[in-house]
């Protein structure tokens, strides 16, 4: 057990310390971030063009309705893929960092790109789960319908945690990479589980903290102190979206680095930007095609 929290503490200052000597890893989330929003936009805007009636609150034809349940699946697999295909990017590009190369972002499209027929089917998969748990959990009312939903959708994302990288770096079949996934799951569990858990502790206390500058910021406004609480509104978005960018790449870097370990053992606690000036040992497998 001392290993495994020494192992996860160094894996997780190592996804820190790229993300800060390679700025160029945030391009990943934001991009992926603002084609989702996009998407997302163009959705409420279909939905306000094609049924105003709806909108305006005279509610809506079940005509209208199903084209509305068929808009948003549309935006929905949509935005899957999407992140998907956001989320393989980064995590070539970290890859491609931890075996001691200086990849750029298009480097790490480049891989996604590659595989963007893997990726594709893969993001239908999951968005297709993730739409019949929730489907099954609606069928039960109350707390128990929250329950299952929640483990399922636990159990789904542990199983197919490193999906992404494994699509990208092996050659299975979807079922073969689900199973793939959860067996590499569950040879790294205490550390990927640890690591995921102090990213998310860092990062959520960030966010805990814009949520208080935010929160003050619009009371001295509402009580007339309008430019400290302008000042305070706008830290607290400025820090909000900053940890929630380094939090996104943080997470894909940790999966990159996690899936390196569980395939090769190699956990590398000295890649810090001076090592990567030294030859670095052979690649596991590589990354490019």
């Known amino acids: 057990m001392p290993g495994t929290f020494s192992d996860s503490w160094k894996l997780t200052k190592s996804a820190f310390r790229l993300i800060g000597?390679?700025?160029?890893?945030?391009?990943?989330?934001?991009?992926g971030g603002l084609a989702i929003l996009g998407v997302v936009g163009l959705f409420l805007f279909g939905v306000a063009l094609l049924f105003p009636h709806f909108v305006s609150g005279g509610g809506?034809?079940?005509d209208d309705e199903l084209a509305g349940v068929g808009l948003f699946v549309l935006a929905y697999f949509a935005c899957s893929f999407?992140?998907?295909?956001?989320?393989?990017?980064?995590?070539?590009?970290?890859?491609?960092?931890?075996?001691?190369?200086?990849?750029t972002a298009s480097d790490g499209w480049k891989v996604a790109r590659a595989h963007v027929g893997r990726l594709f089917a893969w993001s239908v998969i999951a968005a297709t789960v993730g739409l019949l748990i929730q489907l099954l959990a609606s069928r039960i009312q109350g707390i128990g319908g929250l329950?299952?939903?929640?483990?399922?959708?636990?159990?789904?994302?542990?199983?197919t945690y490193f999906m992404v990288p494994v699509l990208l770096f092996e050659n299975d079949a979807a079922w073969a990479s689900i199973?793939?996934?959860?067996h590499l799951f569950v040879s790294s569990f205490g550390r990927t589980l640890i690591s995921n858990l102090v990213v998310g502790l860092i990062v959520g206390a960030?966010?805990?903290?814009a949520?208080?500058?935010?929160?003050?910021?619009?009371?001295?406004l509402v009580g007339g102190s309008t430019l400290l609480g302008a000042v305070l509104l706008g830290a607290g978005i400025a820090v909000g979206t900053a940890f929630a960018l380094v939090g996104a790449a943080a997470e894909g870097v940790l999966r990159a680095a996690l899936y390196r370990y569980a395939t090769s053992g190699k956990i590398d606690p000295d890649l810090l930007p001076g090592a990567y000036r030294v030859p670095p040992p052979a690649?596991?497998?590589a990354p490019l095609p």
């Open 147 to 159: 329950l299952i939903a929640g483990a399922a959708g636990a159990s789904w994302s542990v199983v």
């Open 82 to 103: 999407l992140s998907v295909y956001a989320t393989a990017g980064l995590v070539a590009a970290a890859t491609l960092k931890l075996n001691g190369q200086q990849p």
């Open 283 to 285: 690649p596991s497998f």
């Open 60 to 62: 809506a034809a079940t």
């Open 206 to 209: 960030g966010l805990v903290v």
């Open 21 to 31: 000597e390679d700025r160029a890893l945030l391009v990943f989330p934001i991009v």
């Open 179 to 182: 199973k793939r996934s959860g």
């Open 211 to 220: 949520i208080v500058l935010g929160i003050g910021g619009i009371f001295l």
